[in-house]
C-alpha cells in the first residue's frame, strides 16, 4: 500500500484529502506544520507528498527547497496545493521542484486523479533495476532495503546474504556456497555465522522473515 503524507494546517481540509486517499486505497498520514512533517520524513519515506503553501511555521515552498536538496526525498512526487491562485505563484512552484500544482478549492475526484497520475508517472530510483519478492525490495544501486515501504537497516553481510537469496528466489542454496559467496572462499570462521547471520536477518524482516526457509542439511532457500 503506496503512503501519501499530508502537510495541511487546516484540519477539515486535511481530514477531507486523508478520507480521500483512504477511501481511494491509500495509507494517508496527516501533519498540521512543518516541523512534525520533516521531523517524520527523516524515519519514513512516504511515495507521495501533498504539500500547502501556507503552513503556521514554515512556507510551503521553504520545505520544498528542502525537500529537493536532501537526496533521499530529491525525485519524491510532490503536488503544492494552496489558495494562491496567480500565475507566478504557480511557475514559483514548479520552479522549485513542485511535480504538480493544485488550487483551493477543488473537488476530491480531481485530487485523487492527480495523485494516480503522478504516481503512475514516478518511479522511485530505488525500485529501478530492484530486486523484489513480496513485501520486500532491495535496491543494489543504493544499498536499500524496505519491508512495506519501511525502511530496514542492514550491515553489510545481511544485505550480500538477502540480495543472494533474492537473486536465487525458489532455488535451494547450500551452506558451502552460501559461505564461499558471501565470506570467501578463504573464510575460516564456523558454519554457525551463517546461520547467526539468517536468523538476525529474519528478525529484522519482520514477517517477510518467514519467506526464509530452512533446507534441513543443505542450506537455505527463498521461497
Given at each position: 500500500?503506496?503512503?501519501?503524507?499530508?502537510?495541511?494546517?487546516?484540519?477539515?481540509?486535511?481530514?477531507?484529502?486523508?478520507?480521500?486517499?483512504?477511501?481511494?486505497?491509500?495509507?494517508?498520514?496527516?501533519?498540521?506544520?512543518?516541523?512534525?512533517?520533516?521531523?517524520?520524513?527523516?524515519?519514513?519515506?512516504?511515495?507521495?507528498?501533498?504539500?500547502?503553501?501556507?503552513?503556521?511555521?514554515?512556507?510551503?515552498?521553504?520545505?520544498?527547497?528542502?525537500?529537493?536538496?536532501?537526496?533521499?526525498?530529491?525525485?519524491?512526487?510532490?503536488i503544492?496545493?494552496?489558495?494562491?491562485?496567480?500565475?507566478?505563484?504557480?511557475?514559483?512552484?514548479?520552479?522549485?521542484?513542485?511535480?504538480?500544482?493544485?488550487?483551493?478549492?477543488?473537488?476530491?475526484?480531481?485530487?485523487?486523479?492527480?495523485?494516480?497520475?503522478?504516481?503512475?508517472?514516478?518511479?522511485?530510483?530505488?525500485?529501478?533495476?530492484?530486486?523484489?519478492?513480496?513485501?520486500?525490495?532491495?535496491?543494489?544501486?543504493?544499498?536499500?532495503?524496505?519491508?512495506?515501504?519501511?525502511?530496514?537497516?542492514?550491515?553489510?553481510?545481511?544485505?550480500?546474504l538477502?540480495?543472494?537469496?533474492?537473486?536465487?528466489?525458489?532455488?535451494?542454496?547450500?551452506?558451502?556456497?552460501?559461505?564461499?559467496?558471501?565470506?570467501?572462499?578463504d573464510?575460516?570462521?564456523?558454519?554457525?555465522?551463517?546461520?547467526?547471520?539468517?536468523?538476525?536477518?529474519?528478525?529484522?524482516?519482520?514477517e517477510?522473515?518467514?519467506?526464509?526457509?530452512?533446507?534441513?542439511?543443505?542450506g537455505?532457500?527463498?521461497?
Open positions: 500500500m503506496k503512503t501519501i503524507y499530508v502537510v495541511e494546517d487546516d484540519a477539515n481540509i486535511r481530514e477531507i484529502e486523508m478520507f480521500a486517499l483512504k477511501n481511494s486505497g491509500y495509507e494517508a498520514v496527516g501533519f498540521e506544520c512543518a516541523q512534525d512533517f520533516l521531523a517524520s520524513i527523516q524515519g519514513r519515506t512516504p511515495s507521495l507528498i501533498l504539500l500547502d503553501i501556507m503552513l503556521p511555521d514554515e512556507d510551503g515552498i521553504s520545505v520544498l527547497k528542502k525537500l529537493r536538496a536532501w537526496p533521499g526525498t530529491r525525485d519524491l512526487p510532490i503544492l496545493v494552496t489558495a494562491k491562485t496567480t500565475e507566478l505563484d504557480k511557475v514559483k512552484g514548479l520552479d522549485m521542484g513542485a511535480d504538480d500544482y493544485i488550487t483551493k478549492p477543488f473537488g476530491v475526484m480531481e485530487l485523487i486523479s492527480r495523485v494516480k497520475a503522478l504516481l503512475r508517472r514516478a518511479k522511485p530510483k530505488e525500485e529501478e533495476g530492484a530486486l523484489m519478492l513480496s513485501d520486500i525490495v532491495l535496491s543494489k544501486a543504493i544499498r536499500s532495503c524496505r519491508v512495506a515501504g519501511e525502511k530496514v537497516e542492514l550491515t553489510y553481510k545481511e544485505f550480500e538477502l540480495s543472494l537469496l533474492m537473486q536465487n528466489a525458489g532455488i535451494v542454496l547450500t551452506r558451502d556456497a552460501l559461505m564461499e559467496k558471501i565470506w570467501g572462499i573464510f575460516l570462521g564456523e558454519s554457525r555465522t551463517l546461520d547467526v547471520h539468517i536468523k538476525t536477518l529474519r528478525k529484522k524482516l519482520g517477510a522473515g518467514a519467506h526464509i526457509k530452512t533446507v534441513r542439511n543443505v537455505y532457500l527463498l521461497q
